[in-house]
């Protein structure tokens, strides 16, 4: 059974810039989370989706926006970047109330 | 509030030492899930064990195995001979379903560093 993916693994943008990712969850699994985990920092909570609506979002700024589709895929949206979101992204999925898997990351450099 | 706290930042062992890494939690609810996932450094979380506050059994899972304790609020997790492909960040997770507040807190990690 395919694991979560994410795309891309790596993204480089400069300051200002709009940066998307993706990810893709295990088949059957209807929620996606999506975690920022900077460097020497610990693993931050950014959203909650699950069967298309986003259930829960951590303290981040607006400019942190996704969104999950019919599929039940997600992409995270990131506006207007700055230093400070350089960072690794992760997404996990799970059947709603379970156990979260997570995909292997995009790491997301801001120059 | 929940919380979950790692005390230990960094821990370096030889090969085939035990180790232990602690886990304490805090949470007001009956009704928890405690998680050890493993970050080597590719980055990729693994997920290693989910226990519910109801199941207070040990569980041993080859050189793996994780103490369960609710009365000092502990979920410990010991690696026996350890390998140096053991080394890595290990992370212990605590999840409270609270209507529309269901997440995972995380404790900051400890780094395992097994070395040869």
């Known amino acids: 059974e395919a694991g979560v993916t994410q795309s891309p693994t790596h993204l480089i943008k400069t300051r200002g810039q709009q940066a998307t990712l993706r990810c893709s969850p295990i088949s059957g699994h209807t929620s996606v989370y999506w975690y920022q985990q900077a460097l020497g920092l610990g693993l931050q909570f950014l959203l909650w989706y699950d069967e298309g609506e986003e259930r829960n979002r951590g303290n981040f700024p607006p400019r942190f926006s996704g969104r999950q589709f019919p599929n039940y895929s997600s992409e995270l949206n990131v506006n207007a970047l700055e230093l400070e979101d350089s960072a690794l992204y992760l997404c996990?999925?799970?059947?709603?109330?379970?156990?979260?898997?997570f995909g292997p990351g995009t790491r997301l450099t801001v120059l | 509030a929940q919380k979950v706290t790692q005390a230990q930042t960094e821990i370096s062992v030889v090969e085939k030492e035990d180790v232990t890494l602690d886990c304490v939690y805090e949470t007001r609810d009956t009704t928890y899930y405690l998680f050890w996932y493993k970050q080597p450094p590719s980055g990729e979380l693994v997920f290693l064990i989910r226990?519910?506050?109801?199941d207070e059994q040990n569980e041993i899972s080859g050189r793996y195995s994780w103490n369960f304790q609710k009365s000092t609020s502990s979920f410990n997790f010991t690696i026996t001979a350890s390998q140096v492909v053991d080394s890595a960040v290990y992370f212990c997770?605590?999840?409270?379903?609270?209507?529309?507040?269901?997440?995972?807190?995380w404790g900051l990690g400890t780094s395992l560093a097994v070395n040869p």
């Open positions: 997770a605590l999840s409270v379903n609270a209507g529309n507040n269901r997440k995972l807190i």
């Open positions: 226990r519910n506050s109801f």
């Open positions: 996990a999925s799970s059947p709603t109330g379970g156990t979260q898997y």
